[in-house]
């Protein structure tokens, strides 16, 4: 179903007659001409308050939703809808207002990260969700200027992320693209970003031997990443023990090897284990999990610390006291 943006604005009501409180003489011949109102919005949230001119003090307040402040939705909690509000000054001096609260698009900001022969990187980040729950959140890109969600689209998986990949690009061609979320009141898009693809085809992938290891995974020009030493280091060590070990590691003519982050480990099990790729240990036992290099402050432990580790049978990290002896996967930036 096509998917349309909806402007919507928030209308302030202007008021220039007063009225009193009552049917008496006295009160109708009262001069109110010195005192106004205007209803507001606060900042462009879900709020209202009421600015006002002369009157004699007290005033007072009374909306159309119980509340008698000046101002309601303080938070910008109130919900979509219309508010009245009455306002009586010491005189009987009475003016009336209101103000309609509707759906507010999303504010969306983008840009391109990287470029690639047939890929591309946006960020996408929404400044301000309009107080509403993002239910979606892309880009949509196209060979044509003003993209829409009616062309090709990327969708992130969680809207909290904020980079996603294009893939399947046309080689040495002009794209356009714009970030894109949806909430209540429709979609809303970023500014129209605008770059070419490389005009040369990237050689390096996922898997290939390269500088020292295996290609874990790859920048999206596809001249950058990280590889993981060939084979495994047989047996287990403690962190500490095993974070020594890679930092002082010679292999393949390289020496700048260092132990993976949770990251790192877990796109070697997706890139690499689950093609059947690596030859990682896999089993029941603990000593098959592999140690990542984040550690965290724990008195309580054994060593005075834990890491994480990732089990590359299992699809969560866990835990340990860094005293454990685990493997561990070296890996190098290219």
């Not at 109130?78 to 009475?94: H, I, K, P, Q």
């Not at 829409?148 to 996603?164: H, K, L, R, W």
């Not at 890679?246 to 790192?264: A, R």
């Not at 093609?275 to 309580?300: A, K, M, P, R, V």
Request: with cysteine; aromatic share 12%.
């Amino acid at each position: 179903m096509k998917k349309q943006l909806l402007f919507l604005f928030l209308l302030p009501l202007f008021i220039t007659s007063c009225s009193t409180d009552n049917g008496n003489e006295e009160n109708n011949n009262l001069d109110c001409s010195n005192f106004s109102i205007e209803v507001r919005n606060h900042t462009s949230n879900y709020n209202a308050w009421v600015e006002q001119s002369g009157g004699e003090q007290p005033i007072t307040y009374q909306w159309s939703n119980g509340e008698t402040s000046i101002q309601i939705g303080g938070d910008g909690d109130l919900e979509v809808g219309t508010y009245s509000v009455t306002v009586t000054d010491a005189r009987g001096c009475m003016l009336s207002g209101s103000i309609t609260i509707e759906h507010q698009p999303a504010v969306v900001e983008n840009s391109v990260e990287c470029i690639g022969s047939n890929v591309a990187e946006i960020r996408v980040d929404v400044t301000d969700s309009g107080e509403s729950e993002i239910t979606e959140k892309g880009v949509c890109y196209s060979t044509s200027p003003n993209p829409t969600i009616d062309n090709a689209t990327a969708v992130f998986s969680n809207v909290y992320d904020d980079y996603i990949r294009l893939e399947s690009l046309l080689l040495g061609t002009t794209h356009y693209a714009r970030g894109y979320a949806i909430n209540s009141a429709g979609v809303n898009y970023g500014e129209e970003l605008v770059f070419t693809t490389n005009t040369t085809p990237a050689t390096l992938t996922v898997g290939q031997f390269h500088e020292g290891g295996i290609i874990v995974e790859l920048s999206c020009d596809g001249l950058h990443g990280y590889v993981v030493r060939e084979n495994n280091i047989t047996g287990t060590l403690a962190w500490e023990s095993a974070n020594t070990f890679c930092e002082n590691l010679v292999h393949n003519g390289y020496s700048d090897w260092y132990m993976p982050s949770i990251h790192q480990l877990r796109a070697m099990k997706e890139n690499l284990h689950e093609q059947g790729l690596g030859n990682f240990y896999t089993g029941d036992e603990i000593y098959d999990n592999y140690w990542s290099n984040t550690h965290i402050y724990d008195s309580s432990l054994c060593g005075d610390f834990k890491s994480f580790y990732l089990d590359f049978d299992q699809p969560d990290s866990g835990e340990l006291s860094v005293c454990y002896q685990l493997r561990f996967a070296p890996v190098r930036d290219f």
